[in-house]
């Protein structure tokens, strides 16, 4: 099993900014893509951004040129930066990560850090 631990979710105002981090431990084999996604009030959970093991990212078009995603390859972690936030990104950002072994691929998700962004 892969254990994933998120941090840096918090309050901000709009404009600020907020750094989140998610460190997968426990039984990796082959990570190929760590990305975040996002549940807001009401809405269903969506893809924020990814990052491959090759360093290919994504972007939710809402998100683009305000936020960043990275990764430590050596740590296994992946990093949201989020600049210029909006009242609209408000929602708990949930860390997700898959991995190959062998023919199957398998998925896991951290259990979220909420992000509230006050207007």
């Known amino acids: 099993q892969v254990r994933l631990v998120e941090s840096g979710g918090g309050l901000v105002q709009t404009g600020g900014s907020l750094r989140l981090s998610c460190a997968a431990s426990?039984?990796?084999?082959?990570?190929?893509?760590m990305g975040w996604y996002r549940q807001a009030p009401g809405k269903q959970r969506e893809e924020v951004s990814t990052?491959?093991?090759?360093?290919?990212?994504n972007y939710e078009d809402s998100v683009k040129g305000r936020f960043t995603v990275s990764r430590d390859v050596a740590k296994n972690t992946v990093y949201l930066q989020m600049n210029n936030l909006e009242p609209e990104d408000t929602g708990v950002y949930y860390c997700?990560?898959?991995?190959?072994?062998?023919?199957?691929?398998?998925?896991?998700w951290g259990p979220g850090t909420q992000v509230t962004v006050s207007s």
């Open positions: 426990g039984s990796i084999i082959s990570i190929n893509t």
């Open positions: 990052i491959t093991s090759s360093g290919s990212t």
């Open positions: 997700h990560v898959e991995q190959r072994i062998g023919p199957l691929n398998y998925a896991y």
